[in-house]
């Protein structure tokens, strides 16, 4: 199995600045089969990101995603209000798909 | 607009059963793989159960093979989830997602959810 570890567990930033976020897998994932995924309080989650950099459909472009192999990378350009969550990672190149255990990104 | 509705879930003892079902519209149902997602109280997500679109080809993450069975009616855009054995620690609320493709490959990641049913294991 896969696992896949996020940090920082907690990101404290402001409106306007830049988040980066960090996602290492154990093994090295085929073909970028990595997913971010954002999540409110009280709702499911939401697609951001497939195939390590593509985005969703209605994504704003703030939104990028990078990295190969094991490290994977979700940087959010200029932080708007809306997007304080919890954050994360999924691969889906093997059976069974695994998570990170998430980035929480709060306001400072 | 593509959607899932997620049901059956509630409170059950320990060693219990429930079955979940997830009713989807406005796609092609019989054209996608679909899985289960859940999310114990205060915790991160975790991969229970996946299902090809022609319900060939299944997987479960270990903690649930043996006790739980995932299967689909194509033909009244039905996934279920048939959890026996329960125990404390399947406490979660279960999401249904679709997957973006028929089977494992590039487009594999789960591009709807649905809002969710809880299943509470406790005496």
């Known amino acids: 199995e896969i696992v896949l570890t996020q940090s920082p567990g907690t990101l404290s930033l402001s409106p306007g600045e830049r988040a980066t976020l960090s996602c290492r897998a154990t093994?090295?994932?085929?073909?970028?089969?990595l997913a971010w995924y954002q999540q409110k309080p009280g709702q499911s989650p939401k697609l951001l990101i497939y195939?390590?950099?593509s985005r969703a459909t209605g994504i704003p472009d703030r939104f990028s995603g990078s990295g190969s192999g094991t490290d994977f990378t979700l940087t959010i350009s200029r932080l708007e209000p809306e997007d304080f969550a919890v954050y994360y990672c999924?691969?889906?190149?093997?059976?069974?798909?695994?998570f990170g255990q998430g980035t929480k990104l709060e306001i400072k | 607009e593509v959607q899932m509705l997620e049901s059956g879930g509630g409170l059950v003892q320990p060693g219990g059963s429930l079955r979940l079902s997830c009713e989807a519209s406005?796609?092609?149902?019989?054209?996608?793989?679909m899985s289960w997602v859940r999310q114990a109280p205060g915790k991160g997500l975790e991969g229970v159960s996946g299902?090809?679109?022609?319900?060939?080809?299944?997987y479960y993450t270990d903690s649930v093979k043996g006790r739980f069975t995932i299967s689909r009616d194509n033909s009244k855009n039905i996934l279920y989830l048939q959890m026996n054995s329960l125990r404390v620690e399947d406490t979660a609320v279960y999401y249904c997602?679709?997957?973006?493709?028929?089977?494992?490959?590039?487009?594999?990641?789960?591009?709807?959810w649905g809002e969710g049913t809880t299943v509470t294991v406790s005496s």
């Open positions: 299902i090809t679109d022609s319900g060939d080809d299944t």
């Open positions: 195939g390590a950099s």
């Open positions: 997602a679709k997957r973006g493709s028929r089977s494992r490959g590039s487009n594999y990641y789960m591009d709807v």
């Open positions: 093994q090295s994932l085929s073909s970028t089969y």
């Open positions: 406005e796609f092609t149902f019989s054209s996608y793989a």
């Open positions: 999924q691969q889906y190149a093997s059976a069974p798909d695994t």
